[in-house]
T-cell receptor, first 114, second 115 residues
Framework: SQKIEQNSEALNIQEGKTATLTCNYT??????LQWYRQDPGRGPVFLLL?????KEKRKERLKVTFDTTLKQSLFHITASQPADSATYLC?????????????FGAGTQVVVTP | SQTIHQWPATLVQPVGSPLSLECTVE??????LYWYRQAAGRGLQLLFY??????ISSEVPQNLSASRPQDRQFILSSKKLLLSDSGFYLC??????????????FGPGTRLTVT
C-alpha cells in the first residue's frame, strides 16, 4: 500500500540556521507533492507545490526538492526564525485521477529557538 | 476572495449521540470538498470527498457519513458517536478550475471530544 513517512521527532534548531525536513514515500508515483504548515489547533496552510518534472522550487526562504528516483522530497527553511515554529506536512497526489486526491504524512514539528 | 467556514469550533458529545458538522465555502463555485480527521499527534486522514452536489466518496469504512446538499455546503454526520470518533475535523476545498495544482484550502476545524 502507499505510504508516506516524515520524521516523527521534533526538529529543534537555532534561529538563523537552516531546517531540513524529509518526506519519503513508497509504492507511489505521484505527479505532485505539496508542503503545508500547521499551527496548533489550526488547519494546515498550503506552502509549496512541486511537480514530478521539477527538481527544485523556491518561495522566499523556503526551498523544496523532489527526487522521484529516491522517492523523496526535502523541505528547507533557510535563515529560520522563531515564527517558523510549527508542524510541516507533506502531501502526495494519491492517484492519477483528475480531481485531486492527496494523502498526507504525519508531519514534523519544527521548533526554532532564539 | 474565498472563505471557508466550519462550525462548531468545539464540541463535546456523549457516546451514542448524533453528530452534525457543517462546512461552507464562499467566493467560489463547483469546488471539490473534503472532510479530514486528525487524531492527536497524527496526520490527516481523508474521510470523504465530493466533486459535486450529491456526489460523495467514502475513504474509510466507519459510522460517519457525509452529504453535499448544495454546491458549497458539506456536512459530516453520525447517528451514534463512538469514543474513537474524537479528533480534529477539518474541511477543505480545492478549485478544479486551477488545473492540476489542487492547492487545498482548509477551514479552521472542529475539535470533537466524545465522552
Amino acid at each position: 500500500s502507499q505510504k508516506i513517512e516524515q520524521n516523527s521527532e521534533a526538529l529543534n534548531i537555532q534561529e538563523g540556521k537552516t531546517a531540513t525536513l524529509t518526506c519519503n514515500y513508497t509504492n507511489y508515483s505521484p505527479a505532485y507533492l505539496q508542503w503545508y504548515r500547521q499551527d496548533p489547533g489550526r488547519g494546515p496552510v498550503f506552502l509549496l507545490l512541486i511537480r514530478e518534472n521539477e527538481k527544485e522550487k523556491r518561495k522566499e526562504r523556503l526551498k523544496v526538492t523532489f527526487d522521484t528516483t529516491l522517492k523523496q522530497s526535502l523541505f528547507h527553511i533557510t535563515a529560520s526564525q522563531p515564527a517558523d515554529s510549527a508542524t510541516y506536512l507533506c502531501a502526495l497526489e494519491a492517484t492519477t485521477d483528475s480531481w485531486g486526491k492527496f494523502q498526507f504524512g504525519a508531519g514534523t514539528q519544527v521548533v526554532v529557538t532564539p | 476572495s474565498q472563505t471557508i467556514h466550519q462550525w462548531p469550533a468545539t464540541l463535546v458529545q456523549p457516546v451514542g449521540s448524533p453528530l452534525s458538522l457543517e462546512c461552507t465555502v464562499e467566493g467560489t463555485s463547483n469546488p471539490n470538498l473534503y472532510w479530514y480527521r486528525q487524531a492527536a499527534g497524527r496526520g490527516l486522514q481523508l474521510l470523504f470527498y465530493s466533486v459535486g452536489i450529491g456526489q460523495i466518496s467514502s475513504e474509510v469504512p466507519q459510522n460517519l457519513s457525509a452529504s453535499r446538499p448544495q454546491d458549497r455546503q458539506f456536512i459530516l454526520s453520525s447517528k451514534k458517536l463512538l469514543l474513537s470518533d474524537s479528533g480534529f475535523y477539518l474541511c477543505a476545498w480545492t478549485d478544479r478550475a486551477s488545473g492540476r495544482s489542487y492547492e487545498q484550502y482548509f477551514g479552521p476545524g472542529t475539535r470533537l471530544t466524545v465522552t
